[in-house]
């Protein structure tokens, strides 16, 4: 084995085909969605314990800008999991495997997540 190769270890230097973006963002939606499931299972918690804690989460849903916020991070961190999600179901199918086809369903993948999110963003707020 050459213990001569170049070894790259600043990641910053290297540029990441755009299929391997779309990859890496739904890890990190997956991600975004479980720790997210805080703050929606208290919510819920908090909705089903009487008429007073459903009128508390639906007003703090309403009148609250950070909850919002986060409701919105957590629609769009949905929205493109899912969206990646079936790009990958197709790819595990030997569909959009080759070079040229993988960037496409990439950016057909983020145009229409960026479109889902935008509607969402314009649902919640």
């Keep these: 084995?050459?213990?001569?190769?170049?070894?790259n270890l600043d990641l910053r230097t290297i540029?990441?085909?755009l299929p391997a973006?779309?990859?890496?963002?739904?890890?990190?939606?997956g991600v975004v969605l479980f720790v997210g499931a805080i703050f929606m299972m208290y919510a819920l918690g908090?909705?089903?314990?009487?008429?007073?804690?459903?009128?508390?989460a639906a007003a703090m849903l309403t009148d609250s800008f950070i909850a919002k916020f986060i409701a919105w991070g957590l629609t769009s961190a949905l929205l493109y999991h899912?969206?990646?999600g079936?790009?990958?179901?197709?790819?595990?199918?030997g569909y959009w495997e080759e070079i040229e086809s993988g960037k496409a369903a990439a950016k057909a993948t983020l145009t229409i997540a960026v479109v889902a999110i935008l509607?969402?963003?314009v649902w919640i707020w």
């Design 86 to 93: 079936l790009k990958h179901l197709v790819m595990d199918a």
């Design 82 to 84: 899912f969206f990646a």
């Design 46 to 56: 908090l909705s089903l314990e009487s008429q007073a804690g459903f009128d508390q």
């Design 119 to 121: 509607l969402a963003g």
């Design 1 to 7: 084995m050459n213990k001569k190769r170049p070894v």
């Design 15 to 17: 540029k990441q085909p």
């Design 21 to 29: 973006i779309t990859s890496i963002l739904h890890r990190v939606s």
